[in-house]
């Protein structure tokens, strides 16, 4: 059975593997910090961080979405919906 991850705890955790990936963040990090311009993700390191996501969840976040991910936000989105991996 796939464990649910509430939304501010999947909050709490992209907050953790974003600070392991980029190295630093914005002082407010939230469900609107935007992954390109808040966050400076470019396409490699925002796949780094799903990964680590998918890895931490077990939740598959598909290729398909990739393209509509902007947000903190629409990740915690994702893995709310999400399929176990």
Do not use: N, W, Y
């Amino acid at each position: 059975m796939q464990r649910t991850f509430a939304a501010d705890e999947t909050l709490r955790l992209i907050h953790e593997l974003a600070l392991d990936v980029v190295g630093a963040l914005p002082d407010e990090f939230g469900t609107a910090t935007t992954l390109t311009d808040d966050l400076d993700l470019d396409s490699l390191t925002l796949l780094e961080l799903l990964g680590a996501l998918e890895r931490e969840t077990g939740v598959e976040i598909p290729e398909e979405k990739l393209p509509a991910i902007v947000t903190v936000g629409d990740i915690v989105a994702l893995v709310a919906d999400g399929s176990p991996r």
